[in-house]
C-alpha cells in the first residue's frame, strides 16, 4: 500500500463519519439517483429558482390551498369560471348596471312604483292597452296624445268621477277603441255617468 492512500477494500461499510468529509465535498456526481429522501431535505430550503418551470402539477397542489392573496388581480379569466358557479351572495349589491342587462320580463318587477317620468310605453301599433283583467287599471290624468286606448274584454270602467278627479286628455285624430267588452261609466259616478262629445268650436 502506498503513502497516502486507502483502497476501498480498506474502507469498512459505514466506516466514514460526518467529521471525515470536507465541507463541499460532496459533488452532484458524488449523489445516487433518488437517494435523498425528504426527511433529509431542510423546511423552506427549496427556493423558487430550484422549481423548474411548469413542474408544480394539480396533483401536488393541496385542497383549497391557495388563498386570496396567492390570486393576482385580473388573472381568473371567463374559462376558468364554471357555468352556474357564481351564486346570488357573491353579487355585490348594486353591483349590476343597465348595460349589463341584456331583458327583462314585466314579471321580474314585483313591487314598487314605476314611475312615468322615468320610461316611455310603446307599442308597434301605437295603442296603450291595458289588457282584459277584471281588476281594470287605475289611471289618473292620462294624456293619450294623437293615438287611442284600447281596452280589451272588460271595457273601459270608469273614466273620470266626481271622487276621483281624474281627466284624460286626447288631442287631434285620437280614438277610444272598446273590444268586445262594453263601457261601464264615463265621466260621472256610476248611474249618473255620460259621453260628452264636444267640437274644437265648443
Do not use: R, W
Request: proline share 1%.
Amino acid at each position: 500500500m502506498y503513502d497516502g492512500f486507502v483502497g476501498t477494500t480498506k474502507i469498512a461499510d459505514a466506516a466514514i463519519t460526518t467529521v471525515k468529509i470536507q465541507d463541499a465535498a460532496i459533488t452532484n456526481a458524488k449523489i445516487g439517483e433518488a437517494a435523498i429522501s425528504t426527511a433529509k431535505i431542510e423546511d423552506a430550503a427549496i427556493s423558487t429558482a430550484k422549481i423548474a418551470n411548469a413542474a408544480i402539477t394539480s396533483a401536488k397542489i393541496e385542497d383549497a390551498s391557495i388563498s386570496t392573496a396567492k390570486i393576482q388581480n385580473s388573472a381568473i379569466t371567463t374559462a376558468k369560471i364554471e357555468d352556474a358557479a357564481i351564486s346570488t351572495a357573491k353579487i355585490k349589491d348594486a353591483a349590476i348596471t343597465n348595460a349589463k342587462i341584456s331583458s327583462l320580463s314585466a314579471g321580474k318587477i314585483t313591487a314598487g312604483t314605476v314611475s312615468t317620468s322615468s320610461i316611455t310605453l310603446e307599442t308597434s301599433s301605437g295603442y296603450l292597452t291595458c289588457g282584459t283583467n277584471t281588476n281594470h287599471p287605475s289611471v289618473s290624468g292620462l294624456n293619450v296624445g294623437s293615438y287611442g286606448i284600447a281596452m280589451g274584454g272588460n271595457g273601459i270602467s270608469g273614466f273620470g268621477g266626481a271622487s276621483s278627479n281624474s281627466s284624460y286628455t286626447m288631442s287631434a285624430n285620437s280614438n277610444i277603441t272598446i273590444e268586445a267588452g262594453n263601457l261601464l261609466y264615463l265621466g260621472g259616478a256610476p248611474g249618473t255617468s255620460h259621453i260628452m262629445l264636444k267640437s274644437s268650436s265648443g
